[in-house]
T-cell receptor, first 111, second 115 residues
């Protein structure tokens, strides 16, 4: 069964304290891996797409990497405004195109 | 540069009433996905539609729930005879035609409360 697992569930960081969020997946027919940010009361906001192992994408303080079994979202010198829930999703081809989401990591950055 | 538009943002229904949730996809997007989210939980897939076609409804309860995406107008998620357990945030997402390589773009959801 296709599955996406994110860890940790919650993470508290001091401002400037770098860390990484993990997204491990067990799927057949991976089409792409996506990272999203979700703020309370809002829909997920797209951040990155990764397609193949070894690929990296970067945007401001965020950097996403991909291996054959997992992806990491590295947060360098976070600020309080980076506080949000970060969601990982994979798209798989199994008859139709499914997008499967993990349960997210709730990040809190303290000033 | 309109994104995915969902309305209403908040919907309150009494048990037994009907709820109709609307979603207009991004311009140029012909694929619509509906997801449900409970507090502290992830997004659960419900249904995937293209114009005038339901492609995959494997995540949608067999009874009381239906979805459509007509040739003209928004996609509609309809819940008949709502129960308290239907209270959740319902998100719509859209993508362009393609091969599953494109990210989904989400609206800000409809928060359904059943009293």
């Amino acid at each position: 069964e296709d599955q996406v697992t994110q860890s940790p569930e919650a993470l508290r960081l001091q401002e400037g304290e770098s860390s990484s969020l993990n997204c491990s997946y067990t799927v057949s027919g991976l089409r792409g891996l996506f990272w999203y940010r979700q703020d309370p009361g809002k829909g997920p906001e797209f951040l990155f797409t990764l397609y193949s192992a070894g690929e990296e994408k970067e945007k401001e303080r965020l950097k996403a990497t991909l291996t054959k079994k997992e992806s990491f979202l590295h947060i360098t010198a976070p600020k309080p405004e980076d506080s949000a829930t970060y969601l990982c999703a994979v798209s798989v081809s199994s008859g139709t195109y499914k997008y499967i989401f993990g349960t997210g990591t709730r990040l809190k950055v303290l000033a | 540069n309109a994104g995915v538009m969902q309305n209403p943002r908040h919907l309150v229904r009494r048990r037994g009433q009907e709820a109709r949730l609307r979603c207009s996809p991004m311009k140029g997007h012909s694929h619509v996905y509906w997801y449900r989210q409970l507090p502290e939980e992830g997004l659960k897939f419900m249904v995937y539609l293209q114009k005038e076609n339901i492609i995959d409804e494997s995540g949608m309860p067999k009874e009381r729930f239906s979805a459509e995406f007509p040739k003209e107008g928004p996609s509609i998620l309809r819940i008949q005879q709502v129960v308290r357990g239907d209270s959740a945030a319902y998100f719509c997402a859209s993508s362009p035609p393609g091969t599953g390589n494109s990210p989904l773009h989400f609206g800000n959801g409809t928060r359904l409360t059943v009293t």
